[in-house]
């Protein structure tokens, strides 16, 4: 039974699950309990028939209720309580700092989010559980994650950890070229180019999260994930670009949840501040409403 959940708008942290290093039953992800601040308020018949008039007309048809096959693992991330993780190939190990779901599965691909992640070298310069180091350390990493082929409202483990070959083979390959920008951001802790955003990882309990720093408020959005809304094309001519949401917290293992619109244009992060672009959230995982109101 989950546990009742929190007065909205409190700063109670949920209970974090078991730690376990094995998959299945006793694994972390399926100890995992939806991270929630509140119930979501419902809507009435002619509120649900107006939402789903402007979804329809949105070019990209997937939803964030299409990816509830991740929400223990976000709601892990959330509660500072992320699975520790292993590159396969270079034997590094690390923890799961935030997804980024949105753009599949598309023409091109199958259901799939990618998964950033804080990573320490395998030759023992980092300490702490399973090789989890401190935050300052860190360089970020990112591959895919998939759900089950047999079960597609979970996520298969498997794929938490980074695979270079074999049948999970989930490494960014050709991917590198949109996704790798984003993990620069926070591996290289620096400023935007136009001086208004600040990026790092801070140690968390037992675990590092990526934040994102308004510099002129002191603002800072502790990412759980980012909903990907629209994009364009890796070999398309003209400035690239990336829109959507980020989906935060203000105190990492706290709620409330927030989301936010965000464009990332030619290695640019644009996040504009203020309180009216700022929507309260119920849970880490939100409703599909969060489509709306993407442009910055």
């Not at 709601?75 to 779901?101: H, Y």
């Not at 759900?147 to 483990?157: A, F, M, N």
């Not at 801070?202 to 994930?225: H, K, L, M, N, Q």
Request: hydrophobic share 40%.
């Amino acid at each position: 039974m989950l546990p009742a959940s929190p007065p909205s708008g409190s700063r109670q942290r949920a209970s974090p699950p078991p730690s376990s290093a094995g998959g299945g039953r006793g694994s972390p992800l399926s100890a995992a309990k939806p991270a929630r601040n509140s119930s979501a308020p419902s809507l009435t018949a002619l509120e649900r028939a107006g939402l789903e008039s402007a979804l329809a007309k949105l070019p990209n048809k997937n939803r964030p209720s299409d990816y509830k096959w991740m929400e223990a693992m976000l709601s892990l991330i959330a509660l500072n309580t992320a699975p520790a993780v292993t590159d396969l190939a270079t034997r590094a190990t690390g923890a799961p700092l935030f997804a980024m779901a949105g753009a599949c599965p598309s023409t091109f691909a199958g259901m799939q989010a990618v998964v950033f992640t804080a990573m320490w070298p395998a030759n023992g310069a980092s300490s702490g559980e399973r090789g989890i180091g401190s935050a300052g350390t860190a360089q970020v990493d990112y591959w895919w994650l998939k759900p089950r082929s047999d079960s597609p409202g979970v996520l298969e483990e498997m794929t938490l950890q980074r695979h270079a070959k074999g049948p999970h083979k989930n490494d960014p390959g050709q991917s590198k070229k949109v996704y790798g920008p984003i993990a620069n951001l926070f591996s290289k802790r620096g400023t935007s180019s136009d001086g208004k955003l600040r990026f790092g990882l801070v140690d968390s309990g037992t675990r590092p999260r990526a934040f994102i720093e308004c510099v002129a408020s002191g603002a800072r959005y502790v990412v759980c994930w980012v909903w990907l809304e629209d994009w364009s094309s890796p070999v398309s001519f003209g400035k690239k670009f990336m829109k959507g949401k980020l989906i935060y917290q203000k105190t990492a293992g706290h709620a409330p949840y927030f989301a936010r619109p965000f464009k990332f244009v030619d290695g640019l992060l644009l996040v504009p501040p203020g309180d009216a672009l700022e929507d309260p959230l119920d849970a880490v995982m939100p409703p599909d409403r969060i489509k709306l109101g993407c442009d910055v």
